[in-house]
C-alpha cells in the first residue's frame, strides 16, 4: 500500500528522530494518540494542520535574522525576508490592516512589543531610550522605579482577570503590572457583561495611557467602537489583545463594531487559538506605530523564529481560503449549542450564555471548586481548564469556573448535535462528583469515569483527527 504524503511525512521524520532519542519520539506519538482520544475542550487551543506543522520542522531553525525584511543584522537572510514578507502580506490583508508584525513568540511578547512601541511613540523619556539598547532582563528594581517615574507612571486600564482580562493586561504575576500604574474594569455584578458606562467613569478618573480591550474568558463579544470612543475621550491609546478570537474575526463572524482592527491603534494577538496556526505572535498597526513596533527585536524578543514565521504564511494562506469563514462561524454555533444544552441540563454560565468560542461554567452550582470539577473531567477523558468566574470566592488557583471552547473539537468536524452530546457528558461528571476534605479533592466514582471517556471517545471515532496521518 502506498502512503499518502502526510503519513510518509510524519513517519519518516519520527524515524529520523527515533534514531537519536527513541522517547521523543515515542513522545511525539504518544501525543498525538492522546488528542486523538480526549475531548479537547480548552478555549486556547486547536489543532493546526499538517502544512502548518511540517513548516516548522526544517533548517529555518538554524537560522538568525534580527531586524527586518531587507534590513537585518546578519547576512543570508534571503529566504527568512521571503517568508516573513509572505507571512506580513497574508495578515494584513486577512485582517485589513495597514501593518503587520510577524516577529512575536508568543501573545506576551506581541503584548510586550505593543506596550513599549505604545510607550516610545508617547513618552518623552531619556531613561525609555536606555532601556531599549538593554536587555530588559538586566534592569532592577531601582531601574524599573527610575523608569516608570520618568515615564510618568504611565497608566494602563485594562479588564479585571476575574472578569476574563488577562495576565498581561496589567496584572502582578506579569511583566506589565510592574511596568504600569493598572487599574481594571470588571463586569456588571447581575448580567456578567461588560458594563460601558463604568469604563468610561473609570477612565475619566484615571486617564490611563493605555486602555485595553480583550479578554481569554469572557464569553461574549465586545463592541470596539464604543471602546475606542472611550479611548479618545481620554487621549488613551486604544489597544485590542485578539487572542482568543482572532479566527472569529479573520472568518468575519466579528464585523462591524466586533472587529477590532478598525476601531483600535493597535492589535495584537496568537496565532495558535481560533485562528488554527502555529504557537507565536503578532502585532497589527496603521503607519504611525509601525516603526515602534518594527523594533520589537532587540528591544523586547530575542532573534525571530524564521521556521515559525514560515508556518505563520502557511496557516494565514489557509486563513484567507473561503472556506475559513465557514470554520469560524461552526466555532459559535458550536458554542452557542454547548452553553444551550448545558443550560437545559441546569449548569449555570457566566452571562447565561455566548456569542463567542467559549463558555464559562460557574461549577459552584454542583457543589464543587473548579480545581475538583477540571481534574473529574480529565478523568472522563474530557480536557478543559479551570478558571475564575466574576468576585471568585476561591481565588485564581482553585477558581469557581471551568472554561469549555470549541476551536479544536470544530477542527476535527464535530457539530451542534455532537455539541449536545458533549453538554450531556460534562454535565453527568459534574453532577456524579461530589467535593472531597480540600479544595482539590472530589469523589468521582472510577467506574462512571470510565464509562464517560469511553463515551467521549465513541463520539471522536467518527470525526477521526489527523485523518490523513497514519503513524503505523
Ligand atoms: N494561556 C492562554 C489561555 O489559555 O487563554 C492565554 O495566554
Known sequence: MSLNAESTAFRSALEVIRAVEPRVADAIGAELADQ????????????????TLLAMGNWFSDKYAEGTVGRRFYAGCQNVDTVEALAAEHAKELFGAAHAYVQPHSGIDANLVAF?????????????????????????????????????????????????????????????GKMFDQRSYGTDPTTGLIDYDKVAEAAREFKPLILVAGY??????????????????????????????????????????????????????TTHKSLRGPRGGM???????????????????????????????VALAEARRPDFAGYAQRIVDNSQALAEGLLR???????????????????????????????????????????????????????SGIRIGTPALTTR??????????????????????????????????ALADKVSKQASDLLTTFPLYPAVDLG
Not at 528591544?299 to 504564511?313: D, I, N
Not at 480545581?371 to 479551570?386: F, H, K, P, W, Y
Not at 468536524?413 to 476534605?437: C, F, K, P, W, Y
Request: aromatic share 6%.
Open 36 to 51: 486523538r482520544e480526549s475531548l479537547k475542550l480548552i478555549a486556547s487551543e486547536n489543532y493546526a494542520s499538517p502544512a
Open 116 to 176: 513599549w512601541a505604545i510607550l516610545a511613540d508617547r513618552v518623552e523619556s531619556p531613561a525609555l531610550k536606555k532601556a531599549q539598547v538593554r536587555q530588559v532582563n538586566d534592569l532592577t528594581e531601582a531601574d524599573w522605579f527610575a523608569l516608570r517615574r520618568e515615564l510618568g507612571n504611565q497608566r494602563m486600564l485594562g479588564m479585571s482577570l476575574d472578569a476574563g482580562g488577562h495576565l498581561t493586561h496589567g496584572f502582578r504575576p506579569n511583566i506589565s
Open 216 to 269: 481569554s474568558a469572557y464569553p461574549r463579544k465586545v463592541n470596539f467602537r464604543i471602546m475606542r470612543e472611550i479611548a479618545d475621550s481620554v487621549g488613551a491609546t486604544f489597544m485590542v489583545d485578539m487572542a482568543h478570537f482572532a479566527g472569529l474575526v479573520a472568518g468575519k463572524v466579528f464585523t462591524g463594531d466586533f472587529d477590532p482592527v478598525p476601531h483600535a491603534h493597535i492589535v495584537t494577538t
Open 283 to 313: 502585532v497589527l498597526c496603521g503607519p504611525e506605530l509601525a516603526g515602534q513596533v518594527d523594533r520589537g527585536c532587540p528591544m523586547v524578543l530575542g532573534g525571530p523564529l524564521p521556521h515559525v514565521m514560515a508556518a505563520k504564511a
Open 345 to 399: 441540563r441546569g449548569a449555570k454560565l457566566v452571562t447565561g450564555g455566548t456569542d463567542n468560542h467559549l463558555v464559562l461554567i460557574d461549577v459552584s452550582g454542583y457543589g464543587l471548586t473548579g480545581r475538583q470539577a477540571e481534574q473529574a473531567l480529565l478523568d472522563s477523558g474530557i480536557v478543559t481548564n479551570r478558571n475564575a468566574v466574576p468576585q471568585d470566592p476561591n481565588g485564581a488557583w482553585y477558581t
Open 413 to 446: 468536524g464535530l457539530g451542534t448535535a455532537e455539541m449536545d452530546q458533549t453538554a450531556e457528558l460534562i454535565h453527568t461528571v459534574l453532577t456524579q462528583t461530589t467535593s472531597g476534605e480540600s479544595k482539590a479533592k472530589y469523589v468521582l466514582d472510577p
